[in-house]
Structure formats: structure tokens, C-alpha cells
């Protein structure tokens, strides 16, 4: 587990990850409170999804990133680090000083084709699951669903 970069507001991108070969998470509406989009980009080609938890198409991702996507790589920038997202996003920048927007530019500029939205599901699921973290009372004893290694030596 590493530190994020620097801290980031969670109201407009409250999950955002490096997962399954994309940068892809969930992103509040700027229109409607009740509505997400969850959003994703692949690495290497760059193919880009955006549609609501309802799995409609997002409007304005047509032919090119959306404000939703652009919003994702600039919280992702901020939660892992600008090297890291283009590392894992395999964009080649220009020596200089990284930012989401320098990431979003390039990626852009290769006209990305429109991927599917069918990662969409997943995604928002484990967003969900997050988010049922915090409706827990705060306790020091361990999570059965978040010990993922068994012990390595018993206790006495």
C-alpha cells in the first residue's frame, strides 16, 4: 500500500484505481447529485468508456475524452502521482514536469476509439463494496473479508 501523492476531495471522484490493464473509476455528475459515471481508459491504446450506473452513454464522450474521464486522470494524478498513472497507462510525455492534463493531452491526441462499457458493472460494484467500509463502527479487531493472507504463525 502506498501513500497517495497528495490528498484529494472525494465529491467529485470518490474511487478512482490502476486496475485490470485501465485507469478506471466512479465520477459524480455535475448535473445531477443522484447520478455517477463510472469512466475508464486502457493502457496502451487509450480506449476510453464513460456511461452512468444505469449503463446509459455518457453524453459528452463522443469521439473524445469527456469532462468525467478528464476529471478521473487528474484524481488519479493526485491519489498516485503523474510517473506512476502514465507508467501504467503507457503514455510516453516530453520531458517536464508531468500533470493529469499533460497525460490527458497526449492520450487524446492519438484519437483513442470509443471502447465498450461492459467493465463498467465490476467496477461500480467494488465502488459500492468501498463505500460499505464506511458504514462500519470503527473496531481494532480484524475484518474476516479484508484478511487476505493466511497467518503466518500461530498464537499462543
Known amino acids: 500500500m502506498t501513500a497517495p501523492a497528495r490528498p484529494r476531495k472525494l465529491a467529485k471522484v470518490p474511487f478512482v484505481e490502476l486496475a485490470d490493464?485501465?485507469?478506471?473509476?466512479?465520477?459524480?455528475?455535475?448535473?445531477?447529485?443522484?447520478?455517477?459515471?463510472v469512466s475508464s481508459v486502457a493502457a496502451g491504446t487509450y480506449a476510453f468508456a464513460c456511461s452512468t450506473n444505469n449503463n446509459r452513454p455518457c453524453g459528452g464522450a463522443r469521439g473524445?475524452?469527456?469532462?468525467?474521464?478528464?476529471?478521473?486522470i487528474n484524481e488519479a494524478v493526485?491519489?498516485?502521482?503523474?510517473?506512476?498513472?502514465?507508467?501504467?497507462?503507457?503514455?510516453?510525455?516530453?520531458?517536464?514536469e508531468p500533470s493529469g492534463q499533460?497525460?490527458?493531452?497526449?492520450?487524446?491526441?492519438?484519437?483513442?476509439?470509443?471502447?465498450?462499457?461492459?467493465?463498467?458493472?465490476?467496477v461500480f460494484s467494488r465502488f459500492l463494496r468501498h463505500l460499505a467500509y464506511l458504514e462500519l463502527a470503527p473496531t481494532t479487531a480484524p475484518l474476516p473479508e479484508m484478511q487476505w493472507f493466511p497467518p503466518t504463525r500461530a498464537v499462543a
Open 78 to 96: 493526485l491519489q498516485y502521482g503523474a510517473e506512476r498513472v502514465a507508467r501504467y497507462l503507457r503514455v510516453d510525455l516530453a520531458d517536464g
Open 21 to 37: 490493464g485501465r485507469l478506471q473509476g466512479v465520477v459524480s455528475s455535475g448535473s445531477d447529485i443522484e447520478r455517477v459515471y
Open 102 to 122: 499533460t497525460i490527458a493531452h497526449v492520450m487524446d491526441n492519438t484519437r483513442p476509439a470509443q471502447g465498450d462499457t461492459k467493465s463498467a458493472a465490476p
Open 64 to 72: 473524445m475524452f469527456c469532462n468525467h474521464i478528464r476529471a478521473l
